[in-house]
T-cell receptor
Framework: GENVEQHPSTLSVQEGDSAVIKCTYS??????FPWYKQELGKRPQLIID???NVGEKKDQRIAVTLNKTAKHFSLHITETQPEDSAVYFC???????????WGAGTKLIIKP | SQTIHQWPATLVQPVGSPLSLECTVE??????LYWYRQAAGRGLQLLFY??????ISSEVPQNLSASRPQDRQFILSSKKLLLSDSGFYLC?????????????FGPGTRLTVL
């Protein structure tokens, strides 16, 4: 079945620097790639997503890039701020039943 | 607009006791519904999902069960809790209309089994 690997598991960056989180997937038929942010004790919430017909999407300080040939997609956060500290999950859809398959999560720590 | 409710918000239960967590969705019809469990500091483990009333798919064998008695109601149950059942339980829904389905999560129930 579909599998999603997410790296790194923990990422610590200086405030103001950029952060990059990468996910790889196994099924070339996957065509939807969302990213969720979960603050401590809260529910995960969608922050950005990309479909397979697009290579890059930006929303202010966050962007997602997709490389379908290599089967990986990445979340980029620029000019990081303390409120960016959270756990970030990538996901993709299972072509079998359109359910989301989740990465294991990345804990992003923004150092002041 | 759509909203999703979960209760209770927090629960402390002894080992061997029963469990019932409830999730309801408002403002949408025929949603896909999901139960996830998140152990402390860990990722999202899909437990059950449902595409319609009475239709439940189990992703992980365990001592938990799920039911969907109404279109927008999803219940997670156990007859006898284990210590390993402790965690953050999240209910989620999506529109189930195709392959670009954003999932919306409820506020979660934090369960501690002692």
């Amino acid at each position: 079945g579909e599998n999603v690997e997410q790296h790194p598991s923990t990422l610590s960056v200086q405030e103001g620097d950029s952060a990059v989180i990468k996910c790889t997937y196994s099924d070339s038929a996957s065509n939807y790639f969302p990213w969720y942010k979960q603050e401590l004790g809260k529910r995960p919430q969608l922050i950005i997503d990309i479909r397979s017909n697009v290579g890059e999407k930006k929303d202010q300080r966050i962007a997602v890039t997709l490389n379908k040939t290599a089967k990986h997609f990445s979340l980029h956060i620029t000019e990081t701020q303390p409120e960016d500290s959270a756990v970030y999950f990538c996901a993709t859809t299972s072509p079998r039943n359109y359910q989301l398959i989740w990465g294991a999560g990345t804990k992003l720590i923004i150092k002041p | 607009s759509q909203t999703i409710h979960q209760w209770p918000a927090t629960l402390v239960q002894p080992v061997g006791s029963p469990l019932s967590l409830e999730c309801t969705v408002e403002g949408t019809s025929n949603p896909n519904l999901y139960w996830y469990r998140q152990a402390a500091g860990r990722g999202l483990q899909l437990l059950f999902y449902s595409v319609g009333i009475g239709q439940i798919s189990s992703e992980v064998p365990q001592n938990l069960s799920a039911s969907r008695p109404q279109d927008r109601q999803f219940i997670l149950s156990s007859k006898k809790l284990l210590l390993s059942d402790s965690g953050f339980y999240l209910c989620a829904w999506d529109a189930g209309t195709g392959d670009y389905n954003e999932q919306f999560f409820g506020p979660g129930t934090r369960l501690t089994v002692l």
